[in-house]
């Protein structure tokens, strides 16, 4: 019922900022759960940071905690989440999700490749 297009990654230095943006159109953005997931190489899909559709008790993963920060903005139908002080172990690609609460994260956007150089 929602649709999410993301916008942003791409390479960053050890050390550098990034900021994902995603996109949404249909259903009810407001009342949906917002989520960043990313999968590495090999890897399984993790996820990094949610946001809940109140906008409160935002879910970070522990090995981001204190560098990324994830945000929305209901009136743009938009969720954010920014990377700071990036590491070579954070390059994945970054998908951002939504879901109603209570609910699996069933709507995806496309992914963007991350690539943190040493």
């Known amino acids: 019922q929602v649709q999410l297009v993301q916008s942003g990654g791409g390479l960053v230095q050890a050390g550098g900022s990034l900021r994902l943006s995603c996109a949404a159109s249909g259903g009810t953005f407001s009342r949906y759960d917002l989520g960043w997931f990313r999968q590495a190489p090999g890897k399984e899909r993790e996820l990094v940071a949610a946001i809940n559709w109140l906008g409160g008790n935002p879910y970070y993963t522990d090995s981001v905690k204190g560098r990324f920060t994830i945000s929305r903005d209901n009136a743009k139908n938009t969720v954010s989440l920014q990377m700071n002080s990036l590491k070579p172990e954070d390059t994945a690609v970054y998908y951002c999700?939504?879901?109603?609460?209570?609910?699996?994260?069933?709507?995806w956007g496309q992914g963007t490749q991350v690539t943190v150089s040493s």
């Open positions: 999700a939504a879901r109603l609460p209570s609910l699996s994260y069933k709507y």
